[in-house]
Antibody
Framework: QITLKESGPTLVKPTQTLTLTCTFS??????????VGWIRQPPGKALEWLGI???????YYSPSLKSRLTITKDTSKNQVVLTMTNMDPVDTATYYC????????????WGQGTLVTVSS | QSALTQPASVSGSPGQSITLSCTGT?????????VSWYQQHPGNAPKLMIY???KRPSGVSNRFSGSKSGSTASLTISGLQAEDEADYYC???????????FGTGTKVTVL
């Protein structure tokens, strides 16, 4: 049974750096083809893809956010960490991590999401 | 890379069939079979409903079906039920530097 859960601060100030941790179980991020992605959703708005990291450390980011994003993994801890610098109120959103299975290019299991508010 | 285009809302009566569209370009929907659809109820995380354009994950009702023609993908919900009322998002791999893109989302209302 695959599960994922996001954790981190619920409130950050403008210009600060956000660090979110995705802790997962039921799969290994050392398995060929597996990835963990990050997606966010501002209140009342659409999903926005942020980035993904794969079993082999390859990563991909949304071009509009690439300069501010870093995704890393700790396979031994079953964790993936998202770091986003220079936070702004427009970054207020629910942040999700999700599992990408090796055989399909989609996200078949999602965390419950964590709401991050950016405000002074 | 712009988001894939979806109609803001679609509605139907119980038992009817409705079709949601998702329009992209040749660099995403039109060029690859990697279109997927997600259902999201208020306050919940998205749920995968369709992957690889037409395939259903285990446990998803066969009332949900996917297709594609050119750069437009479609999700059809047959025998519409009250529980189908939700937001639906399409997504696709893209050969642009974006790598992956979601749609603008469609709110389905069961009348």
């Amino acid at each position: 049974q695959i599960t994922l859960k996001e954790s981190g601060p619920t409130l950050v100030k403008p210009t600060q750096t956000l660090t979110l941790t995705c802790t997962f179980s039921g799969f290994s991020l050392s398995t060929t083809g597996v990835g963990v992605g990050w997606i966010r959703q501002p209140p009342g708005k659409a999903l926005e893809w942020l980035g993904i990291i794969y079993w082999d450390d390859n990563d991909y980011y949304s071009p509009s956010l690439k300069s501010r994003l870093t995704i890393t993994k700790d396979t031994s801890k079953n964790q993936v960490v998202l770091t986003m610098t220079n936070m702004d109120p427009v970054d207020t959103a629910t942040y999700y991590c999700a599992h990408r299975p090796p055989q399909w290019l989609c996200f078949d299991h999602w965390g419950q999401g964590t709401l991050v508010t950016v405000s002074s | 890379q712009s988001a894939l285009t979806q109609p803001a809302s679609v509605s139907g009566s119980p038992g009817q069939s409705i079709t949601l569209s998702c329009t992209g370009t040749s660099t995403d929907v039109g060029g690859y079979k990697y279109v997927s659809w997600y259902q999201q109820h208020p306050g919940n995380a998205p749920k995968l409903m369709i992957y690889d354009v037409t395939k259903r994950p285990s446990g998803v009702s066969n009332r949900f079906s996917g297709s594609k023609s050119g750069s437009t993908a479609s999700l059809t919900i047959s025998g519409l039920q009250a529980e189908d009322e939700a937001d639906y998002y399409c997504s696709s791999y893209t050969s642009s530097s974006t790598y992956y893109v979601f749609g603008t989302g469609t709110k389905v209302t069961v009348l």
